[in-house]
């Protein structure tokens, strides 16, 4: 039996977004801001054509583009008809077409944070694939651009198609922006009026974005000099062998904010099936072993023998969304 038509532009959305993020990974790659750009959106457009068919239901039509044509008198006529490529194929609708559509359907519906994402992309594909060559000030701004549509596109892959990717697309920190040496230049007034535009869309969105959904991911590169004998020595470097980031326990607390009680209050709002029950605790118990997501910490660090308590990170809504039915 073959996969309905939904499945099938979702798994080529899969391949344009995971081909996005494994070449925007690819540091000697001269052109990788701008094709992950045009990546991306297509991989936006075709997980959210593939919606539009899931919901319609599967009607492969929903996504085909129909036109009126003018009668005799010069009247559009009432009846639409297929409008076709120089092919002879049938065109399909585009990105915010798809869009409005989902509008239509409450829970397809895209927050603005979402829109606006997708929005900054376009014009950096508009701006920076067919004019300039982005400075370093654009190329930052689109890496947090880029990894929240990354991030918001892994969601609404376990949310609409029941498949967790967030493994598989890994956006890594370019070296570039672990040090900048001072204030980032802009070179033309086109990227300024660009980077104006993409500031707008932020603060326009600011009041959708949620723990899952963002606008846009702050990134923040912290290295902090300690005088402690025995602190390991830390470096950039492509060395397997050597330590890349030193952890104090200010770092675990970010990396690990949340206690039991604020993981199961979050649990509570997010499943309409959750029960802090014997699932819940055995479920916490796998999470035990993974050092990405859990973490024993000392309540008093000075105290080696003291009392530990179990944090959490804030990824652990993406574990248990394997489990339970989002609200």
């Not at 829109?115 to 982005?134: G, T, Y």
């Amino acid at each position: 039996m073959k996969p309905p038509i939904y499945l099938k532009l979702f798994e080529k959305s899969v391949a344009a977004i995971t081909s996005a993020v494994e070449i925007y990974n690819k540091p000697g790659f001269q052109y990788r801001d701008e094709t992950f750009a045009l990546l991306a959106l297509n991989a936006w457009e075709l997980i959210l054509k593939a919606r539009v068919v899931q919901v319609d239901p599967n009607k492969q039509k929903a996504i085909h583009v129909y036109q009126r044509r003018p009668t005799k008198s010069g009247v559009l006529g009432t009846k639409e008809y297929l409008e076709r490529g120089r092919s002879g194929n049938p065109k399909t609708i585009g990105i915010r077409k798809a869009i409005e559509k989902l509008d239509a359907h409450a829970p397809s519906k895209l927050p603005d944070a979402v829109k606006n994402n997708i929005e900054a992309l376009m014009e950096v594909r508009d701006c920076s694939a067919h004019f300039f060559s982005p400075s370093m000030a654009l190329r930052r701004q689109l890496l947090e651009v880029g990894t929240a549509a990354v991030r918001n596109f892994v969601w609404y892959g376990r949310r609409w198609f029941k498949k967790d990717l967030s493994e598989h697309l890994q956006i890594l920190l370019p070296i570039g922006f672990v040090n900048t040496g001072g204030s980032i230049v802009v070179s033309s007034a086109e990227e300024k009026n660009l980077l104006a535009c993409i500031s707008d869309l932020a603060q326009s969105s600011a009041a959708t974005e949620t723990n899952d959904l963002r606008f846009q991911t702050s990134i923040e590169v912290q290295i902090k000099k300690t005088g402690a004998e025995n602190t390991p020595t830390v470096k950039i470097t492509n060395d397997p062998t050597a330590i890349p980031v030193f952890l104090t326990e200010e770092n675990l607390a970010q990396n690990y904010p949340w206690t039991y009680d604020e993981v199961t209050a979050r649990c509570k709002a997010r499943y309409s099936d959750f029960k802090a029950a014997k699932k819940y605790h055995d479920l916490r118990k796998v999470l035990a072993e993974d050092s990405k997501l859990y973490r024993l910490r000392l309540l008093d660090p000075t105290n080696p023998k003291g009392i530990k308590k179990p944090f959490y990170s804030t990824n652990v809504l993406a574990f248990f969304d394997k489990h339970y039915t989002l609200k």
